[in-house]
């Protein structure tokens, strides 16, 4: 997790809510009273309390690891000087308690766990103690009241720390729990995404195995295609008799560009189309700016069009023809979309390819049929029993 991430806001304090902590750990008059007068002490032997905290300090891996960097080292060791002595000043207010909340923030963010962070003020009441005890010697009351001020003023320090690293992980695990909803609303919006896709598939195949007719096929399928990949219109190219690839439908694309498309007739050695139809293989134009290929490029640039993706439509084995997709940008269709894409231009194809059968079927069987009632002739058919069943 990044620190950065967490909530950057400290629990704030009251003056009311700093007088309770400060007589809760005992930082009354005489305390600081007795930690004032440490003053001078305190500031004689400051240096020696600091290398020796840090020379215990540093017979410990972790703390070693930590304080590697002769630079880092420095920097804490003038940072710590500054702390002893600020605990003789005893200027306990919001600010005071503002500053011990960031050095706790600080050693939670460059990872320092409470362990050797509240861990380090027996250190310091290690050294410093029986050293004021000695400077005291002849005035054992007045050692105490010091000592007891250190204990109060290190505890009320402690708790502040604590209260650092307790809103640190507070607000991290609310940002895991943040983290947690969002990646649960993602997966949902990927499963309602994909649940829609499939929805789409269906329709295509449904519509591929009950509408005969051409015309109907393309209308209701190429609406569907077009939003499900996200894209600002489709269009379909089918392989006319004579051998051209020739406008036979589209969906969401501006008037003027089908008007135009809608007179177009493309050799398979000609235009990006001819290209995907031959070689029966997708092409995805990212920037169509770039694509001069197509041979429509400047007019679907001029209508807002960016990027295509063109499909060929294949049924058993035999182009029928393609399949294009228009986008506003390049992001339009993208790969991780080209498997759903394949599947509706395969169940397209089938349905295109039933479609023209059928029309085929319909067309022989009027030819028949005049052929069978304009000739001069009597045709007609008995069943087995002799009954006549058809007569023309
Ligand atoms: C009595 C306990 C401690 C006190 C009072 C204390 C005091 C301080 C202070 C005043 C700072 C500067 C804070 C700031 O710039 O916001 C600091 C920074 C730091 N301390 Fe401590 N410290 C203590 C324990 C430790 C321990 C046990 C370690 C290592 C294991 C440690 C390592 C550090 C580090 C790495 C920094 C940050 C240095 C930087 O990159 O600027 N401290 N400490």
């Excluded at 704030?12 to 930690?35: K, N, Y």
């Excluded at 600091?50 to 003038?78: S, T």
Aim: hydrophobic residues 40%; charged residues 25%.
């Amino acid at each position: 997790m990044d620190a950065e991430r967490r909530s950057p806001h400290l629990p704030a304090m009251t003056p009311g809510e700093v007088r309770i902590r400060e007589e809760f750990v005992g930082l009354d008059v005489d305390a600081v009273t007795a930690l004032r007068a440490l003053r001078p002490w305190m500031e004689e032997h400051v240096h020696e309390v600091v290398e020796e905290f840090y020379r215990h300090l540093m017979r410990f891996e972790e703390p070693r690891r930590l304080l590697h960097d002769p630079q880092v080292l420095a920097r804490i060791k003038a940072a710590q000087t500054e702390y002893i002595l600020s605990l003789t000043e005893c200027n306990v207010d919001t600010s005071y308690i503002a500053g011990r909340l960031m050095i706790g923030r600080t050693h939670e963010r460059v990872g320092i766990t409470p362990q050797w962070y509240l861990g380090a003020y027996s250190t310091f009441a290690r050294i410093l103690f029986p050293r004021i005890m000695m400077h005291y010697r002849d005035q054992p009351a007045t050692a105490m009241a010091a000592i007891k001020g250190l204990v109060a003023i290190m505890h009320l320090d402690t708790q502040l720390a604590i209260d650092a690293y307790v809103h640190a992980a507070h607000a991290e695990l609310q940002q895991q729990a943040v983290d947690l909803k969002n990646d649960v609303a993602s997966q949902i919006d990927e499963l309602a995404k994909g649940n829609r896709q499939l929805e789409t598939l269906y329709r295509v195949s449904s519509v591929a195995s009950q509408e005969l007719d051409l015309e109907k096929v393309l209308e209701s399928t190429l609406p569907h295609i077009s939003e499900i990949v996200g894209a600002s219109g489709a269009e379909v190219f089918l392989m006319d008799e004579e051998g051209y690839l020739a406008y036979a439908a589209s969906h969401g694309l501006a008037e003027e560009y089908v008007r135009r498309s809608r007179a177009l007739r493309l050799h398979t050695d000609q235009c990006l189309l001819g290209r995907v139809f031959a070689t029966q293989t997708t092409v995805r134009v990212e920037t169509l700016a770039d694509q001069g290929e197509f041979l429509r490029r400047d007019m679907a640039l001029a209508c807002g069009y960016r990027a295509l993706l063109s499909t060929p439509l294949i049924a058993q084995g035999t182009p029928l023809g393609t399949l294009q997709l228009y986008g506003q940008n390049e992001r339009s269709c993208p790969p991780e979309s080209h498997p759903l894409i394949h599947s509706i231009a395969e169940q397209l194809a089938v349905a295109i390819a039933n479609a023209r059968l059928h029309e085929t079927v319909k067309e022989s069987e009027a030819e028949y049929r005049s052929l069978v009632e304009n000739t001069p002739r009597l045709i007609f058919r008995l069943d087995p029993y002799g009954r006549c069943v058809f007569v023309n």
